[in-house]
């Protein structure tokens, strides 16, 4: 929310926390992206995230490497 704040759209805020994090710790072929063939932990929530960043605070449901928490 800080980053939408100051400046980035949300689509660059979340790219923030993953894209860039997973292309810096030179793991893009593993992680970083919903991508076929790569690990992921989604965040199901309600409300459109690319239009409104406080919408992550609504999660409704947690995947960790494709298993429901």
Request: net charge negative.
């Amino acid at each position: 929310e800080l980053m939408v704040r100051y400046g980035l759209t949300p689509v660059q805020a979340i790219q923030t926390a993953t894209q860039n994090p997973a292309k810096v710790f030179d793991l893009a072929d593993t992680t970083g992206e919903l991508k076929a063939g790569l690990q992921a932990d989604i965040l199901v929530v309600e409300g459109d995230v690319t239009a409104d960043i406080e919408a992550l605070r609504n999660v409704q449901r947690v995947y960790l490497s494709g298993a429901e928490m």
